[in-house]
Antibody, heavy 116, light 107 residues
Framework: EVQLVESGGGLVQPGGSLRLSCAASGFTFSHYWMSWVRQAPGRGLEWVAN????????YYVDSVKGRFTISRDSAKNSLDLHVNSLRAEDTAVYYCARGKYFFDFWGQGTLVTVSS | EIVMTQSPATLSVSPGERATLSCRASQSVSSNLAWYQQKPGQAPRLLIY???TRATGIPARFSGSGSGTEFTLTISSLQSEDFAVYYCQQYNNWPYTFGQGTKLEIK
């Protein structure tokens, strides 16, 4: 059974940082692109970033470029998102999802709240 | 950036009836369109990709159609578990973008 389990969210002040993690199991992690998608409270979905199987390609939505960094460790079957210089508008549930273009499995999400 | 517009924002339908949800792209996305279902407090679930291909395990009552800029998700006979929010997503052009969602509610 495919499982994606996120962790690392929390309350952080504007300008702060967090490291979000996603533990993957039930499939060959190294064979898949992986992505992060976020959802602000009561709002729709926004694709944030994705990363190629070997980590050699990474893409970001413009609003997070230079502030967020996606990475992966295939030895540990884990996906990370380092989020820096956080703003109020980054408040959202962050989902780890399998896939590059569309997303066939999702984690349950981890909530990041940016507030003073 | 391609803007995805879903209509209606809310759709009220009785169980057993057919529901038709629409999604329009601001420019052609070919058939590179997916549909997701999201229930309160849950992650989205992939229903359709390639505009018309059902994802693994998705019941046959869900069907997708369209290409270019106009797409439709049809649920042929609504079951109680189908009442949720539905999102379309284009993956033809980076950044991949979602519609704002259609809430399907019980009439």
């Amino acid at each position: 059974e495919v499982q994606l389990v996120e962790s690392g969210g929390g309350l952080v002040q504007p300008g702060g940082s967090l490291r979000l993690s996603c533990a993957a199991s039930g499939f060959t992690f190294s064979h898949y692109w992986m992505s992060w998608v976020r959802q602000a409270p009561g709002r729709g979905l926004e694709w944030v970033a994705n990363i190629k199987q070997d980590g050699s390609e990474k893409y970001y939505v413009d609003s997070v470029k230079g502030r967020f960094t996606i990475s992966r460790d295939s030895a540990k079957n884990s996906l990370d998102l380092h989020v820096n210089s956080l703003r109020a508008e980054d408040t959202a549930v962050y989902y780890c999802a399998r896939g590059k273009y569309f997303f066939d499995f999702w984690g349950q999400g981890t909530l990041v709240t940016v507030s003073s | 950036e391609i803007v995805m517009t879903q209509s209606p924002a809310t759709l009220s339908v009785s169980p057993g009836e057919r529901a038709t949800l629409s999604c329009r792209a601001s420019q052609s996305v070919s058939s590179n369109l997916a549909w997701y279902q999201q229930k309160p407090g849950q992650a989205p679930r992939l229903l359709i990709y390639g505009a018309a291909t059902r994802a693994t395990g998705i019941p046959a009552r869900f069907s997708g159609s369209g290409s270019g800029t106009e797409f439709t998700l049809t649920i042929s006979s609504l079951q109680s578990e189908d009442f949720a929010v539905y999102y379309c997503q284009q993956y033809n052009n980076w950044p991949y973008t979602f519609g704002q969602g259609t809430k399907l509610e019980i009439k």
